[in-house]
């Protein structure tokens, strides 16, 4: 028979009756004719109690007894989603990481997966088994202690066993109907988006639109893996949900896919730059090091041998990137005259894999802004995305109004 | 060097502080030269909470997902035990019970353990490590799945722990600070003992004195696992508690050690029973296949081929005990005139190894209950145990009178 894999988050299973409704889409997909495998989350809460509980005994804590402690909190709910669906005769059974086994490397709190043999369960099905239920977010290190995969794991758990086992799909179940144009908070003209490419979803993303973890997106385009991002909350049957599949298979797009925000940004300037070969690995090297989040950079018009650097890093990263620079100047690594920091910005982008073959999208991105009175200070591009900083207290017009100037509400 | 077992119940585990007070003995044994290992239960509530999930979900549960929910509670404890041990530069980890491996029987909620071989553990200490924290309660079964070992299955872990490593001792802290001649809520001048023989503890342990599960003491008595039992609520180092050891450990005793009591017992009588060989088994058996738990048996005197069967069970199976004494009768198989069910009784019983080579146990405590004028239903004896059914309005004071008779507040 087909595989299915079908993942709920913390929000689907959080109360034992919302672990029976997800159950019974659970029953529909076996009614329909699949072998399911279900990864499961902790309840809604009960990973940031057990997380509470380890920083409180130990702030510096060993990530091999925090694994075996935070995990806990999937177990439960894959026994708990079994018993239901052995309540509603499937015939079903729940796996703990270490029984897979899905094995992962040794980095505690933050483990990769390497391998999950499926014979295991595949003999199960073989048996009669009609769901393995499994306990998401969680592996085994070679040592034959438990792991966890960092946070959104189960998603990648989802992405990484339908891989493993060829299915057919991977339906990550939500609170969230789907994969919006942008964010229905901000512009209500957000239309839900029946597909998206993988490398749109990428730059969503991590650009904040935080429906999938970045992680589960790469493992899901490297392998081809069918995505479908869907709600556990509305009627079955009217859950199409947003399919986030491999470019060819989108027959029509419109140029741009979507518009993402980030508020959480920080600019910052380093005036008058001894302008030199080496002298951008100079800057950045140190930063990379004291673990600031570089993302955009900029280099100025350079004028007798000085340039100015710009840069963006996340608000509360702003002092560290500061003592970084100071140190490094000390050191006598870099020189410049002085360091600006600018943290009331935002980071606007417009995103689409069309954007590869139309022009004028930046052109029209621009004037859209400057239609609204609205100041770029820094512009980066990539190949599908386009992203201007500018003041924050103009981010949701920016968004309001870049959606509305690429039609985004209508269907290409 | 040494190996100690410290075993920990829910109410000495509730809290991160009592899990840190719980440590702090733990560190002391391991500054006396003791490799360590610990047993925790679940913290107190928790058990109550999942076995409360998995009976809404499903009230004729699969007991392999009971047992795949339910023993989560203890590797949370677990885990937070060996990071609070780590914060006090102990070296330590935690062991689920697969991973020690901890070995059962395939009986889901109810395994008895088969194994438990002790070179992991072992291995770790000769590497440096000095406490092994194992989740009690929980093992793994020959199909690779998690197993419980039924309710107060920690102590059991820690009596099993303690005979497959040599410990020197197993010491089970618990919300009381030992053994006492009797309730001290009853006497006032009930008194703690330092040692209690394997044998006396078992009879007490069955007969509603709550400390120790009975199949711990059964194990302990059978690998000759020196117990004891003691508070972790007091100061440390006034903490000497109850040995339960072996008889030839105790070299001087009363001779009766403490005085019992079973508030939740029915008098049963079965009149005029046609007296026949085999009879007893006729009228016992189908009450075993009930599930009935006959404790005492009386048969009373025989006149004219009929005579009187009288037994006592737990006041909650009396309706199971006539349902299936009505069968019987109609079935043919057991002949009676009456069945007569006396709700109102209470068993009180004196214990000690003492009996064995004392006359007069027997006179003394039926004079003492004829002195309160406490009429006796009926009569029971073993080898170091006797006990007697009376009215439960005078349980109470038949505890304090035969603890007086005794004079068990005095040290031997």
Redesign the interface.
Known sequence: MPILVMKFGGTSVAT?DR?RRAAKRVGREVANGYDVIVIVSAMAGETNK?VG??E???PL??A???D??V???E??T???M???L??MDVPA??W?G??VPLKTTDAHAAARIEEIPPANILAKFEQGMRVAVVAGFQGIAPD???TTLGRGGSDTTAVAFAAAFGAERCDIYTDVDGVYTTDPRISENARKLDRIAFEEMLELASLGAKVLQTRSVELAMRYKVKLRVLSSFGEMGDDAGTLVCDEEDIVESNVVAGVAYSRDEAKMTLISVADRPGIAAAIFGPLAEAGVNVDMIVQNISEEGRTDMTFSCPTNQVARAEAAMKKAKEAGEINFHDLVADTGVAKVSVVGIGMRSHAGVAAKMFQALRDEGINIKVITTSEIKISVLIDRKYMELAVQALHDAFELEKVA
């Open positions: 034992l672990i057990l509980y380890v409180e005994t130990s804590f060993d091999r007894e925090y075996a402690v995990s806990s909190g177990q439960v894959a026994g708990l079994a018993l239901t052995q309540e059974r729940s703990q270490w029984q034959n202690r438990i």
